[in-house]
């Protein structure tokens, strides 16, 4: 997953410098809409939790994600998007062509 996404990297890290594990990360919490804990995304990306964790720290330097409290569970943290970076996801994600993100990354690779 994270080896499709590096088409994108130069058009996207040259706006926040932003690695293609950090890309795949943003992109995957904004495409799926859901708010996981840190443990639940390294599952479901197959990351380990420092590496996913390095990532997050960066994503949230760049306010395109934010770590909350469980709401019962204080051992928990969840991840959740914020509103610079769904602009962000936008900007990445806009294309005039009318293509799809999976569309444009083929045409370009």
Known sequence: MINQFSVIRKSASSKE????????I?????VNKIQASVKEYANLLGISKPAIT??????EECNFIQRKNHTTDRRMILITPT???QSYFDWLTDNPNG???????????
């Open 83 to 85: 509103d610079d970076g």
């Open 26 to 30: 943003l992109l995957f919490v904004y």
């Open 54 to 59: 390095r990532a997050l720290d960066r994503l």
């Open 17 to 24: 410098n932003l690695s293609c594990k950090q890309l795949a």
């Open 99 to 109: 293509q799809t993100m999976t569309e444009s990354i083929q045409t370009r690779s």
